[in-house]
């Protein structure tokens, strides 16, 4: 019998990091002794009232192809302490007859005992709903004596107690007022630290997914905290549930506000100032008029949207962030576009030239997109090579060769590679795929919407969206139109060059 293991610890704290080594030893060893097949473990390290755990969605998905006959866990809590997600997971076992079997004996399908399925699954979220309300007293207990949970930006923690950080993220913090009051934007301030290299405070607490840049929101938070006047605010938001990651913001009535717990970094008075700063900057901005090109045009380096400033479009990343976030620097004028395209429309499907010129000139495109060297194999090539790594470094983690740490470490690298590729894979495949055998199409969606022999004098709103899917604008100044054919899906790749 082929078997699916799961193992989960609720944190990846310290104390917690020997649990699931010791649970995938529990399992090797029962499966050794009834003669069983190992065929993947699945791990996380989130509490199990969350459904969107990233193992025990993949464990679904994996069931729902039938790759393995059964799925062993410790015990039913560690697969889930969520009613409506135990139902679900349970429904999606049967559909594929596939068993389920816990090393606790609570649940063993393959002997029919799941009739007590219902009062385990009850029993682990009543347990869930008592631990919440355990962490929420004693979250209020420790804030009533103004011990903190964690460090917040500028600050370390001891013994929960904050102290004037050593790494000089305090220096930030009073940069950041200082530059506020002497009328510097969020967006400006936010900028400079991206390109100074400065790192974050997801990035300083060691976040698994923390960003690169500094956004506004970040610094105009760090702006309206009385934490930073060396004020306590506990108790401001509370979970609306054990079973979901949202919360609420309670009445300021129902916080806890303690003087005077630790060091400030910033006078009462600057404090003061900046939230009189920020009420007096608030305006209301009328909607911006939508220029010609916008949501059209891509920056081919980075992708993201191209922003209008002034007379030109601007890399979305670039403008908000700095070079550091996006190096183009190409940027072209709007006058400029209009005329590309302009030339590029009429040469192909107007002026003096008849449907069979149109066709020529689209298949004389055509044949030089496919002369170009395609890096789709390579690309294949190079994700097979890395999912091979994964399932090594698996098998050294099962066969005890490496530990959990150096495991998620591999992992924790390899996987957003696959992504990036993947999505690489994905865009040169759809391009190859909308290419081939779009001449005709092309040619009788232009037969339908325009009439020849009679060029076009303008780019208006109505045929950009008639005709354009997307614009790439390149460093080296190369625009790679990708136009509309009558299939949705498809599109027709011409590439212009406007000169810098």
Not at 120 to 130: G, I, K, L, N, V
Not at 148 to 177: N, T
Not at 316 to 321: L, M, S
């Amino acid at each position: 019998m082929k078997c699916a293991v799961y193992a989960r610890v609720s944190t990846g704290f310290e104390s917690q990091k020997t649990s699931i080594p010791t649970q995938i030893k529990l399992f090797e060893n029962y499966i050794n002794e009834q003669g069983w097949e190992l065929y993947k473990v699945y791990t996380d390290e989130e509490s199990g009232t969350k459904s969107n755990r990233v193992g025990i969605q993949q464990l679904l998905a994996d069931a729902k192809e039938k790759k393995f006959d059964i799925v062993l866990a410790k015990e039913w809590s560690r697969i889930s302490r969520n009613g409506a997600f135990s139902y679900e997971f349970r429904d999606a076992l049967l559909q594929n007859n596939i068993h389920l079997l816990t090393l606790d004996k609570a649940i063993d399908t393959t002997k029919d005992n799941h009739m007590l399925f219902g009062f385990y699954t009850w029993q682990s979220e009543m347990e869930a709903e008592r631990t919440s309300e355990r962490v929420k007293a004693s979250a209020k207990v420790r804030a009533k004596l103004g011990r903190f949970d964690e460090a917040p930006y500028g600050y370390d923690l001891r013994y929960g107690k904050l102290s004037v950080a050593s790494d000089g993220s305090d220096i930030i913090v009073k940069r950041i007022f200082k530059e506020y009051i002497a009328g510097r934007g969020h967006d400006a301030i936010a900028k400079s630290l991206s390109n100074e290299v400065i790192p974050t405070p997801a990035k300083r607490k060691g976040n698994k997914n923390a960003g690169e840049f500094w956004h506004g929101s970040t610094v105009r938070q760090i702006l309206t905290r009385k934490i930073y006047i060396g004020c306590f605010v506990g108790c401001k938001t509370s979970t609306l549930s054990p079973r979901n990651n949202k919360r609420r913001s309670n009445p300021e009535s129902e916080w806890i506000v303690i003087e005077n717990t630790h060091e400030a970094l910033v006078s009462e008075a600057d404090f003061n100032l900046v939230q009189q700063l920020i009420a007096s900057r608030k305006t209301i901005r009328s909607q911006q008029g939508k220029n010609l090109f916008t949501g059209f045009l891509k920056c081919a380096t980075c992708g993201a949207g191209m922003q209008f400033k002034r007379d030109r479009y601007v890399c979305g990343k670039q403008n908000k962030h700095g070079k550091v976030a996006c190096s183009e620097n190409f940027r072209p004028k709007e006058k400029d576009l209009i005329q590309s395209l302009l030339n590029d429309i009429n040469s192909l499907y107007f002026s003096h030239l008849t449907a069979s010129d149109v066709e020529k000139l689209v298949v004389s495109k055509l044949e030089k997109i496919k002369q170009q060297v395609s890096p789709i194999k390579k690309l294949q090539t190079e994700i097979a090579n890395l999912k091979e790594k994964k399932i090594k470094a698996l098998d050294k983690l099962v066969s005890d060769k490496i530990d959990q740490d150096t495991y998620d470490g591999l992992i924790a690298k390899i996987n957003p590679v696959i992504v990036t590729l993947t999505q690489q894979l994905n865009d040169f495949e759809l391009e190859a795929s909308s290419t081939n055998g779009s001449v005709d199409d092309l040619k009788k969606y232009i037969l339908k919407h325009l009439k020849i022999n009679e060029p076009i004098t303008e780019i208006t709103p109505s045929i950009l969206a008639r005709f354009i899917k997307v614009i790439k604008v390149k460093a080296d100044g190369q625009l790679e139109v990708h136009y509309r054919t009558s299939k949705p899906s498809a599109f027709y790749v011409s590439i212009l060059t406007i000169t810098k």
